[in-house]
């Protein structure tokens, strides 16, 4: 089970930091990543890390701005969010995955908004 939480209004150019927290002692098992979804569009990925933290992945228009980072002896995945746009304005999910290829967990969501 993934939670999700940290999201909340901030006007452009502020910061927040989104914490993932999951319920699994197995999370090191885990590729974890962050994904958004804004009202009418699709759900788009945002940024992964790898079960060590030892490589992450970002979506170009996040890149320079937001970092993916995890604390496994806590089961917590986080994503510092800088800078932020009024285009960043969406629903942000955490999700993980065993393997490559789809996804297999995903959180309920937290609403990131900002204001311009």
């Known amino acids: 089970q993934l939670q999700a939480s940290g999201g909340g209004l901030v006007q452009a150019g502020g910061s927040l930091r989104l914490s993932c927290a999951a319920s699994?002692?197995?999370?090191?098992?885990?590729?974890m990543g962050w994904f958004r979804q804004a009202p009418g569009k699709e759900r788009e990925f945002v940024a992964q890390?790898?079960?060590?933290?030892?490589?992450?992945y970002y979506a170009d228009s996040v890149k320079g701005r937001f970092t993916i980072s995890r604390d496994n002896a806590k089961f917590t995945v986080f994503l510092q969010m800088n800078s932020l746009k009024p285009e960043d304005t969406a629903v942000y999910y955490c999700?993980?995955?065993?393997?490559?290829?789809?996804?297999?967990?995903w959180g309920q969501g937290t609403q990131v908004t900002v204001s311009s």
């Open positions: 890390i790898t079960r060590s933290g030892a490589r992450t």
């Open positions: 699994e002692r197995t999370f090191s098992n885990y590729d």
């Open positions: 999700a993980a995955k065993s393997s490559p290829g789809r996804y297999d967990f």
